[in-house]
């Protein structure tokens, strides 16, 4: 598909001075800033279809090992292989790289940033944006002990390896996959893969099959805990643009894998194809709706009526306490978003947790989530 910039006026609204006519968001408070929408947009297009970067760790897994494989049995959690000195997979921020607009202090954020805007979702208090960038808005809070774990937190979640410390802090233990809630067997996996640019993968752990939502970067040290909860059964994408290590993660555990026809390019693996835009019930309490929109092929899954993964389809806006929408990064049709979100609005589902690719995560009242889905879906249309 051809763009022309002079066609889409809104095309950086999210993170310049341009016209803002997002459902509505051209007041303030500033608007949120998914650098994806400008920068990435067209690099993700490209790659469509394309491989994956190498592996990040070098490490290699057997081949098989799922459940109903012969491996399964006998299978054991590999010990997770990522130091815990403040690196990542051996890499680490680089401190003669720190922006200068970071909050003095030890963290800080170097100039490698892609500005995903993963850690500012993560952890929304402590980092905020500049210029194209994130920085530490504000140091941890020592007498806060949360606040040092969020921090670890987003800077496991970076796909780039760019934030860190100076005084090279040692990383308080395994971070991720990490439970969203309590007795929830719903984690963050953290470990974004700058392929997807930075989006979040989920894993599900349920007694009757397990799941991936879209896929972080291949690490012994998530593809270890997963294993040890049981592995994967299924790998569900949202969409061609996370698919990023899918493919590694369904041939160790042996997972199928779901992607729309539309999207198929995307993952020629995949197992399962879903078509048009009926729901598709997958296991009992999982269901695929396709939504096209942010691409042809979108899709989200509702698990159990409370866990709706969204990939860029559907997310919260920390800036704007609300459900948004990317119109400046809808590939395929921003009415078609608007229909889409509509006939989710209105198939009698429900929902406590949004869990998207980029953009925040939210837990709130179902029937709140719900008006406010209706009133996101009243405010596309009105910038359509
Ligand atoms: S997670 Fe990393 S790459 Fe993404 S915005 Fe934050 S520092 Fe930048």
């Not at 006519?21 to 490209?46: D, I, L, Q, S």
């Not at 909050?103 to 892609?114: H, L, N, S």
Request: hydrophobic content about 35%.
């Amino acid at each position: 598909m051809t763009r022309h910039r002079s066609h889409r006026p809104n095309w950086r609204s999210f993170t310049a001075g341009g016209r803002k006519t997002n459902a509505r968001m051209a007041t303030p408070p500033r608007p949120h800033k998914p650098a994806f929408v400008y920068r990435w947009g067209a690099e993700k297009e490209r790659r469509n279809g394309q491989a994956g970067p190498p592996a990040q760790t070098g490490v290699r897994f057997p081949l098989g090992g799922g459940k109903g494989t012969p491996e399964w049995a006998g299978r054991v959690v590999e010990a997770e292989t990522a130091v815990t000195d403040g690196t990542v997979g051996g890499a680490m921020a680089r401190p003669e790289l720190r922006h200068p607009k970071n909050a003095d202090g030890d963290w800080f954020v170097d100039t490698r940033c892609i500005d995903c805007g993963t850690c500012r979702d993560v952890a929304p208090h402590l980092f905020g944006a500049v210029a194209g960038r994130s920085v530490v808005r504000r140091q941890p809070d020592p007498a806060a002990a949360t606040e040092t774990v969020d921090a670890w937190r987003a800077a496991q979640a970076c796909p780039t390896t760019s934030i860190g410390t100076l005084s090279r802090q040692r990383r308080p233990g395994r971070l991720y996959p990490f439970e969203i809630e309590p007795e929830s067997g719903v984690f963050d996996c953290g470990y974004c893969s700058e392929d997807s640019f930075g989006a979040s993968a989920w894993f599900v752990q349920r007694p009757s099959a397990n799941l991936l939502v879209d896929s972080p970067r291949f690490t012994a040290a998530l593809a270890g805990p997963m294993a040890g909860m049981g592995g994967i059964d299924h790998i569900l994408l949202t969409h061609r643009d996370d698919v990023a290590d899918a493919a590694r993660y369904a041939e160790r555990f042996g997972a199928r894998v779901w992607i729309h026809e539309s999207d198929r390019r995307a993952a020629p693996f995949a197992t399962d194809v879903l078509s048009g835009t009926a729901e598709t019930e997958i296991v009992p309490g999982l269901v695929a709706v396709p939504v096209p929109g942010h691409t042809r092929g979108s899709v989200v899954y509702l698990l159990e009526d409370r866990f709706l993964f969204t990939g860029d389809s559907l997310a919260w806006s920390h800036e704007r306490h609300d459900l948004t929408a990317f119109r400046g990064a809808c590939w395929y049709s921003w009415p078609a978003q608007a229909d889409s979100l509509e006939r989710l609005a209105a198939g009698g589902h429900r929902f406590a947790w949004v869990l998207p690719g980029h953009g925040a995560r939210v837990q709130a009242d179902p029937e709140e989530l719900h008006d406010r889905l209706e009133c996101l879906v009243d405010r596309m249309r009105d910038a359509a």
